[in-house]
């Protein structure tokens, strides 16, 4: 019953999946998309409201760096809750925001922002990272709740849509910080129908290089910013594979390089004639589950520093600047019930138990279980290339998910099925 009313509505749930990714979401313009997922929660019955989201409140140490943006209208959050005041008995929790396309957006097939379907997958920015995930999830309510219509209610349900995941993590924190919260939560992420339980630390730094400005025909002579940048990015590199040997983490023992470093950004240079007077990297730097984000900080500058003394090419220190996440590793415990249940119901739905796995990456999840002592746990959708040209979702993997989550919601909630 639950697998045919699912069937019924893949559909609206396409439907729904393409409105999603023609909302450009990029970080800082997430309100449109918001909108379009406000109108399917409140179609599945729920109570929605717009929690208004300002970073520059959140002063609390483990709070990320939010981006600065100009001319920006006033941000909000979203959360969909079926009727009551008791706390969560289960929070559903998607990011709407999707990473920046502008300078890759030539190199697509089809346009970035124009939802495109060729055989069983829809190509878009944010397809598979993770508006996939608000298509499933809004696919397994609305089946659960049309062969179970009283399933919410003797407990409740959240669904949250949160803002700077990718960039801060500072929408689920507050979030959480509003009282917005469960014992547990079950975030809707990408994870090939796997269940996702933990993930390394991650930091995100500036290191801005001097070197001497200067006409072409002396470039042999003074310190480009840029090749001394790269030194640099040379250095963190092989700290980083160094720490993947020496910093062992059985929970990431099926991830071949746990601790990347990505030069994500750099920003130097006026004319190609001139040697540059500065040079910006934006760094991403993977560290262990045990440390700090202020340990692999401090870890990162006596590395730059160590370069520095060495290399008399350094005119003066490089600045080391935060920009962005400075999230510590977690990982939930597999034993939990949620873990369990979720396992279980994906077995009932395919046959076969999903991978319990951890990445060299984050997600959101560690908000709840480092900071406010819920269990959470990732699944989602079978998604290819997030974070590049072409990304898409398999869009018989939101259906599959849809199953799963379908059953989990009916198990939780006490539904009947047949």
């Not at 990982?331 to 019930?337: C, K, L, M, S, V």
């Not at 739905?349 to 990445?359: D, Q």
Request: aromatic letters at 6%.
């Amino acid at each position: 019953m639950l697998d045919d009313a699912i069937a019924r509505h893949a559909g609206h749930a396409e439907q729904l999946l393409k409105d999603l990714v023609a909302a450009d979401s990029t970080v800082g313009r997430e309100q449109a998309a918001l909108e379009v997922l406000a109108a399917e929660l409140e179609d599945l019955g729920l109570d929605v409201t717009r929690p208004e989201f300002r970073p520059e409140t959140l002063t609390d140490g483990r709070a990320g760096v939010s981006p600065s943006f100009d001319d920006v209208a006033p941000r909000y959050q979203l959360l969909g809750s079926t009727p009551g005041t008791d706390r969560y008995h289960l929070l559903l929790n998607g990011h709407i925001d999707v990473v920046p396309v502008v300078a890759g957006a030539t190199l697509w097939t089809h346009p970035p922002f124009t939802p495109t379907v060729r055989g069983r997958r829809l190509y878009g920015r944010g397809s598979g990272d993770m508006k996939g995930g608000f298509a499933l999830g809004c696919l397994a309510i609305r089946a659960a709740r049309e062969v179970a219509p009283g399933l919410f209610d003797r407990h409740r349900l959240g669904f949250l849509a949160v803002v700077e995941e990718e960039c801060s993590g500072n929408g689920a924190f507050a979030a959480c910080l509003d009282g917005v919260l469960a014992d547990e939560v079950l975030l809707l992420e990408p994870t090939d129908l796997g269940v996702m339980l933990g993930g390394v630390g991650v930091l995100w730094l500036d290191v801005e290089v001097l070197g001497h400005a200067g006409h072409a025909d002396v470039a042999h002579l003074v310190a480009n910013p840029v090749e001394l940048g790269m030194r640099i990015v040379d250095r963190l590199r092989a700290w980083c594979r160094d720490l993947s040997i020496t910093e062992t983490d059985q929970t990431l023992a099926g991830v071949d390089s746990p601790y990347n470093l990505n030069l994500g950004g750099l920003d130097a240079g006026d004319w190609n004639s001139s040697v540059p007077a500065r040079a910006t990297l934006r760094l991403r730097i993977g560290f262990p589950r045990g440390w700090t984000a202020e340990d692999a900080e401090k870890g990162v500058r006596a590395e730059i520093d160590a370069l520095v003394v060495d290399d008399p090419a350094f005119a003066a220190p490089p600045m080391v600047r935060a920009s962005g996440l400075r999230a510590r590793g977690y990982y939930q415990d597999p034993g939990a019930p949620l873990v369990r249940d979720l396992v279980a119901a994906h077995l009932d739905a395919h046959g076969v138990e999903p991978e319990l796995f951890s990445l060299g990456s984050t997600t959101d999840a560690r908000t709840y279980v480092n900071d406010f002592g819920a269990v959470a746990a990732c699944y989602g959708t079978r998604s290819y290339d997030i974070h590049g040209v072409d990304e898409s979702v398999d869009l018989d993997s939101v259906v599959d998910g849809a199953r799963t989550v379908g059953r989990l919601l009916l198990s939780r909630f006490g539904g009947d099925r047949e």
